[in-house]
């Protein structure tokens, strides 16, 4: 348990520190080195798209993560029954205590340890997003730090696999000398970028499938069945009526599902 709560403080910590070496070098070294192409126009030149696209990415991902942590799902620790009374909220029915949390919550997915919080419907639709935007945010970085080893190196990528074998090669140019430290710095950072953000994509899509079929992990883990429900609105008790204003800025779960039966 003190390792799961070590890792509820790390993980959080490791994932702030990612994204400010990731907007160090995109704002001070991969961009910078884009308008130094004398063939781009000054209005629609390649650095400032990608610099807009990029904004456009960290700010959807950061800001779902935010939200995330402050829409956290509802503590039912002490539930009211309908005589009035108090009942254990870990002993209604679809619900679950989380030890590092110490809350009972309801519809419970999983704990994130990236975000210190569990996800459950009434952040769910904000998680997904923050792992979308994230798995984006990282392969434009792997991108644009491509670009830029490609033209300080004038090394082609043209190969896929010229990019396999980046790394032992750089390794080895790195102890002989002949790689400055900050370019060995920015090798290592595109694979771990890719990482990331295969690691996320997979992931969205893994929790999009369980969303269709109106399931959280919680319950395929326990072996719970799922709710014979159409798909159509298992999608719209998370991501809501206003999905589509969701994806392109970090909103609140407004107007799902969740919403409604607590409105009621």
């Known amino acids: 348990m003190l390792v799961l709560r070590c890792l509820n403080v790390v993980a959080p910590a490791y994932f702030l520190g990612i994204s400010l070496v990731t907007f160090v070098l995109q704002l001070f070294l991969f961009i910078p080195s884009m308008f130094k192409d004398p063939s781009a126009t000054p209005l629609f030149s390649s650095a400032l798209l ?3 696209l990029f904004l ?14 402050q829409n956290s799902p509802e503590d039912l620790t002490s539930a009211d029954k309908p005589n009035g009374s108090t009942l254990p909220g870990s002993a209604l029915p679809g619900t679950h205590f989380c030890r590092l949390c110490a809350r009972v919550t309801q519809r419970h997915d999983h704990h994130c340890f990236f975000t210190g919080n569990c996800i459950g419907n009434k952040n769910m639709r904000n998680f997904i997003m923050f792992c979308l935007y994230t798995s984006l945010a990282c392969l434009d970085s792997v991108v644009a730090g491509v670009a830029y080893i490609s033209t300080v190196l004038s090394t082609s990528f043209a190969n896929p696999l010229s990019f396999l074998t980046l790394l032992p090669h750089s390794i080895s140019q790195f102890f002989s000398g002949a790689l400055l430290s900050s370019e060995m710095f920015v090798i290592l950072m595109l694979y771990l970028w890719l990482g990331i953000g295969l690691a996320c994509a997979g992931f969205c899509c893994h929790q999009m499938l369980l ?15 799922a ?12 991501f809501g009526k206003r999905w589509l204003l969701g994806l392109l800025i970090p909103m609140f779960n407004v107007g799902n599902g969740y919403h409604r039966r607590k409105e009621k």
């Open 227 to 238: 709710r014979a429900r159409p798909w159509k609105k298992n999608l719209e008790e998370v």
């Open 56 to 69: 456009f990415l960290s700010a959807n991902a950061l800001g779902n993560y935010i939200l995330v942590i």
């Open 50 to 52: 990608h610099g807009a």
């Open 211 to 225: 969303i269709l079929r109106g399931q959280t992990r919680y319950q395929v883990r326990k072996g719970m069945v």
